[in-house]
């Protein structure tokens, strides 16, 4: 099946600081992937859509200049957070769509900020 | 708004019982309906779909689905559970013409041996 990876797995940083996360495609081609952020006990919630070579596109709420997004490829994808705080501390997942709209998820990445 | 209720947020069973977990949405117009399951330590699969046809659907590892649109209900069953269905499941919906998922807040299921 389909596989999606993330990097890093999980990563601590000081508040302030910036931080970049991949999602990879590793064996289709995405034109399209997903950001999500997950809250201990909560949902998934989507934060934005990257479009391959073009802007991505934004849930309402979410600080495009604070999260920034960047799909250069068809199997990659990265979310910057910039500046980061404390209340970024989260779980971010990544999903990329297959030719069959069908979404593979990726492992997920810890961000904990201090 | 758009949003998915998942009211089972865990569930404990012995191995063999049945298992029904409710999802229930609120979405205008027609909808696709997922449920994913989230082993441990492990990244998010679908276990099945509907976009459309038969309401009955059938997933992997024996689960299956009842989309009833006169409840908004999308309702994940599986008659006998094992105790390798330990997992987190999360019922979403997307909107016909959309592939952003809403997802519920998700169901723990413990299932001992």
């Known amino acids: 099946g389909a596989v999606v990876s993330q990097h890093p797995s999980w990563v601590i940083c000081k508040s302030g600081t910036s931080v970049k996360i991949e999602c990879r495609s590793l064996?289709?081609?995405?034109?399209?992937m997903f950001w999500y952020r997950q809250f201990p006990k909560q949902s998934l919630m989507l934060m934005a859509t990257?479009?391959?070579?073009?802007?991505?596109?934004?849930e309402q709420g979410v600080e495009k200049d604070k999260f920034l997004i960047n799909h250069a490829s068809l199997t990659l994808s990265t979310l910057t957070v910039t500046s980061a705080h404390p209340e970024d501390s989260s779980f971010y997942i990544c999903?990329?769509?297959?030719?069959?709209?069908?979404?593979?998820f990726g492992p997920g990445t810890r961000l904990t900020v201090t | 708004a758009q949003s998915v209720s998942q009211h089972n947020h865990h569930v404990i069973l012995s191995e063999a019982a049945s298992l029904e977990l409710g999802c229930n949405y609120s979405?205008?117009?027609?909808?696709?309906l997922f449920w994913y399951v989230q082993y441990p330590g492990q990244h998010l699969q679908l276990l099945l779909k509907?976009?459309?046809?038969?309401?009955l659907v059938k997933g992997i590892k024996g689960f299956e689905a009842e989309f009833i649109k006169s409840k908004f209900s999308f309702n994940l069953r599986k008659p006998s559970v094992q105790w390798s269905d330990t997992a987190e499941y999360f019922c979403?919906?997307?909107?016909?013409?959309?592939?952003?998922?809403?997802f519920g807040t998700g169901t723990r299921l413990q299932v001992f041996p």
């Open positions: 509907y976009f459309s046809g038969d309401p």
């Open positions: 999903s990329a769509r297959d030719s069959g709209n069908e979404q593979y």
């Open positions: 990257s479009n391959e070579g073009s802007k991505a596109t934004y």
């Open positions: 979405y205008g117009g027609t909808v696709n």
């Open positions: 064996d289709f081609q995405a034109t399209t």
């Open positions: 979403a919906v997307t909107g016909y013409n959309t592939d952003k998922l809403i």
